[in-house]
């Protein structure tokens, strides 16, 4: 079972910028692939970034060029950095873990922009 615990949310202006954090307790991280996703009040949860354990990353268009998926085996922690935030950002931020068929979710960190 592998528990992973999110953090740097919060509440930010449009145009600032957070980074989010993932911490993984499971000591084979390097082998796992990394997900961000997000869910907003209403709407389903949807895709935001993934970093392969080969480092490679895709993102998603809503957030392409404005944010950078990054990870750190020896921490065994995934960020995510965000700038330029909109309003349209805020939303609840799950980091995800899988492996062939094994799949692990986070419990999440708020992310709310506004002035």
């Known amino acids: 079972q592998v528990q992973l615990v999110e953090s740097g949310g919060g509440l930010v202006q449009p145009g600032g910028s957070l980074r989010l954090s993932c911490a993984a307790s499971e000591s084979i991280f390097e082998y796992y692939k990394m997900a961000w996703y997000r869910q907003a009040p209403g709407k389903q949860r949807e895709f935001v970034a993934v970093?392969?354990?080969?480092?490679?990353?895709d993102y998603a268009d809503s957030v392409r060029g404005r944010s950078t998926i990054s990870r750190d085996n020896a921490k065994k922690t995934v960020y995510l950095q965000m700038d330029s935030l909109k309003p349209e950002d805020t939303a609840v931020y799950y980091c995800?873990?899988?492996?062939?068929?094994?799949?692990?979710w986070g419990q999440g960190t708020q992310v709310t922009v506004s002035s």
């Open positions: 970093i392969t354990s080969r480092g490679v990353t």
């Open positions: 995800k873990a899988n492996m062939a068929s094994l799949e692990y």
